[in-house]
């Protein structure tokens, strides 16, 4: 049933490996945007491979949520 994400945006940390890249990956599966952060660029890389992500910004969102606030005010 794809498509059921469509018209929805989902910010996904820690899209470079485990939890985070297979939701990043379902979520683009499903239809949504995706913005995509993990601190390990070459993990965020890896995962990018054969998708097609909204966005997607090596960072660390630990250090207060001020990294996502300041990806989704570049929109």
Do not use: Y
């Not at 939890?19 to 499903?30: H, L, N, P, T, V």
């Not at 995706?34 to 090596?58: C, K, M, P, Q, Y």
Request: aromatic residues 4%; positive net charge.
């Amino acid at each position: 049933m794809a498509g059921r994400l469509h018209g929805k945006t989902a910010i996904v940390t820690s899209a470079g490996q485990g939890i985070g890249r297979a939701s990043a990956i379902c979520m683009a599966k499903e239809g949504a945007r995706v913005w995509a952060t993990d601190i390990n660029a070459e993990a965020l890389r890896e995962t990018l491979a054969g998708w097609s992500f909204h966005r997607a910004v090596a960072c660390s969102v630990v250090p207060a949520a001020t990294a996502v606030l300041d990806l989704v005010e570049e929109r």
